[in-house]
T-cell receptor, first 114, second 110 residues
Framework: GAGVSQSPRYKVAKRGQDVALRCDPISGHVSLFWYQQALGQGPEFLTYFQNEAQLDKSGLPSDRFFAERPEGSVSTLKIQRTQQEDSAVYLC????????????FGPGTRLTVT | DAKTTQPNSMESNEEEPVHLPCNHSTISGTDYIHWYRQLPSQGPEYVIHGLTSNVNNRMASLAIAEDRKSSTLILHRATLRDAAVYYCILLKAAGNKLTFGGGTRVLVKP
């Protein structure tokens, strides 16, 4: 079956532009996570959804970052007024279970802010 | 939260075993030990996890010390495809978000 897909795979934005990153999780997976990975670092947690409910957004670095999952499947991570420090790979993961389950990651979206 | 400590890098020859250590001296009784790996230009991939007993699956084995303060991921016969960054992560039984450290970069030489 299909894994987690993300689009676009690459995005170049001028500083100040808004961007939207899409994640299609594995069908039926309850949990969805967003992570940010800076160059040479491990991924860092941004936010977590259980179905359509955003239960943890403690990792979002600023109020310019917003995520939604309105129907409990596809999720969008939006970054407003992008800054150069937002340049990173944004990873989406989904899990069948609510807790402690194996997470399946997508390939990521590489965002470059110029 | 309990932290993990891993060597920055390790080298191995193809078809030889690889033993990746992880120290977690402040682990609590409810912490599971998870391993993920990340191949170049890909998202992380689940490898294995355990609580107290040693675990085996098709990818690897996980050996957990009796006091649980350390563990070792064992790749039985390294292939070139096993070249990746390997992350040792502690996750509580009721937890879900993964906290990645720096991981160990494994280089496999032909």
């Amino acid at each position: 079956g299909a894994g987690v897909s993300q689009s676009p795979r690459y995005k170049v934005a001028k500083r100040g532009q808004d961007v939207a990153l899409r994640c299609d999780p594995i069908s039926g997976h309850v949990s969805l996570f967003w992570y940010q990975q800076a160059l040479g670092q491990g991924p860092e947690f941004l936010t977590y959804f259980q179905n359509e409910a955003q239960l943890d957004k403690s990792g979002l670095p600023s109020d310019r970052f917003f995520a939604e999952r309105p129907e409990g499947s596809v999720s969008t991570l939006k970054i407003q007024r992008t800054q150069q420090e937002d340049s990173a790979v944004y990873l989406c993961a989904s899990s069948l279970r609510r807790v402690t389950g194996e997470q399946y990651f997508g390939p990521g979206t590489r965002l470059t802010v110029t | 939260d309990a932290k993990t400590t891993q060597p920055n890098s390790m080298e191995s020859n193809e078809e030889e075993p690889v033993h990746l250590p992880c120290n977690h001296s402040t682990i609590s009784g409810t912490d599971y030990i998870h391993w993920y790996r990340q191949l170049p230009s890909q998202g992380p991939e689940y490898v294995i996890h355990g609580l107290t007993s040693n675990v085996n699956n098709r990818m690897a084995s996980l050996a957990i010390a009796e006091d649980r303060k350390s563990s070792t991921l064992i790749l039985h016969r390294a292939t070139l495809r096993d070249a990746a960054v390997y992350y040792c992560i502690l996750l509580k039984a009721a937890g879900n978000k993964l906290t990645f450290g720096g991981g160990t970069r494994v280089l496999v030489k032909p």
